[in-house]
């Protein structure tokens, strides 16, 4: 294998660390220090990657920067990356997702905000216009506010049809569009919204997270504020898969990158006692699509925990065998070079952790 790059945005900044074995690391950080970086995609499509980063200054606001360096310099456009035009009266809040769109369509970024909308970026993330089409649904005006703004947070493209794209938003539900971003519907049946006199609307769902299944692009699982879902049909409809989990309140879930019914979930006890259940720092992984689910604890701490994984802070790279990763908001990185049979503390003492993104480079 290659080595390994491992990008951690905090609170307060960047942190990168560079791996040939994912035993021993080396770190750099923090970059952007001082600001709140909650969106980071790293861009295999080029050597070397591409980081893409949403930092936000309190001083000088949000902004998308970049490197092709593997961090060691930094670019921002002299143009805000990502602006809203002057028509819709609103201003950028945050960048919550940075999402390349794959190999069929090289360049092609999309970006996730608060307000939630969708921006497409045709020039490898440098800049963004607003998918009109999203941002003037019917619906959108009557989207929520989830605990931590109203985000977008997840951006899907079908890896074999750019053209199918999935997009989730907190509390707006998940929305699908088959024809490139030109028309949009709300995907959320069989998802439940507990918070509502209507359990199970057609749209307003507080959705967490979405990750794509390695072997059917249209297998698909969601973390919801209360429920762990999974769709066989693209979105199209949602079924519990809970049942064998000991706790359906969490934000994260990632999955396996070539290994078919292979995810993983970080279970919080509920969104009013927002612990890991039994005070137990445990990932969670299914092998056969959420039938069951197996704790894994080994090298994770033995003793009473109470980190929270963030949507965004559960990832897994592409090296052999697959790294599991994730950070919490005590500061704390954890790794598995075994795919999570094992685990070890990476580095600690960080900022809270509120994204994670790892991936190999040769």
């Not at 028509?87 to 919550?96: F, K, M, N």
């Not at 905000?113 to 619906?139: I, K, N, Y």
């Not at 918070?195 to 390695?214: L, M, N, S, Y």
């Not at 949507?311 to 075994?338: H, I, K, M, Q």
């Amino acid at each position: 294998m290659g080595e390994v790059l491992l990008a951690v945005g905090t609170a307060k900044g960047l942190f990168l660390g560079r791996s040939a074995d994912r035993r021993s690391w080396e770190w750099t950080g923090p970059h952007f220090v001082m600001q709140g970086v909650y969106s980071v995609a790293i861009d295999s499509r080029g050597a070397p990657p591409r980081i893409l980063v949403g930092a936000d200054s309190s001083h000088w606001g949000p902004s998308v920067f970049h490197s092709d360096d593997l961090g060691a310099t930094w670019q921002e456009p002299k143009q805000a990356a990502v602006k809203f035009p002057e028509s819709t009266g609103t201003s950028l809040e945050r960048v919550w997702q940075l999402q390349p769109a794959g190999e069929k369509e090289p360049g092609v970024v999309y970006a996730g905000t608060e307000p939630a909308a969708l921006f497409r970026s045709e020039d490898g993330g440098e800049s963004f216009a607003l998918v009109e089409s999203l941002w003037r649904h019917p619906q959108r005006e009557s989207w929520g506010a989830g605990f931590g703004g109203q985000g977008m947070h997840t951006v899907l493209v079908d890896r074999n049809d750019p053209q199918h794209l999935t997009v989730a938003v907190s509390t707006g539900g998940v929305y699908r569009s088959t024809d490139g971003g030109e028309t949009w519907a709300p995907s959320n049946t069989g998802v439940e919204a507990r918070f509502q006199p209507d359990h199970f609307p057609e749209f307003g769902q507080c959705v967490h997270k979405i990750a794509v299944d390695a072997g059917d692009p249209s297998r698909m699982y969601l973390q919801n504020h209360g429920g762990v879902y999974r769709s066989d049909d693209a979105g199209g409809t949602w079924t519990s898969i809970a049942e064998d989990l000991p706790a359906d309140f969490g934000f994260a879930v990632a999955t396996h990158p070539r290994r078919p019914g292979t995810a993983y979930l970080f279970p919080l006890v509920a969104d009013y006692e927002r612990l890991p259940p039994e005070r137990r720092c445990r990932v969670y992984r299914t092998e056969d699509a959420g039938v069951t689910w197996q704790p894994l604890a080994e090298g994770l701490p033995q003793e009473a925990h109470y980190g929270v994984v963030l949507r965004d802070a559960l990832c897994t790279d592409d090296a052999e065998p697959v790294g599991v990763y994730f950070g919490n908001r005590n500061g704390e990185v954890y790794g598995s070079a075994d795919e999570g049979d094992s685990w070890q503390l990476l580095t600690e003492h960080l900022p809270s952790v509120l994204c994670v993104r790892a991936a190999e480079f040769r």
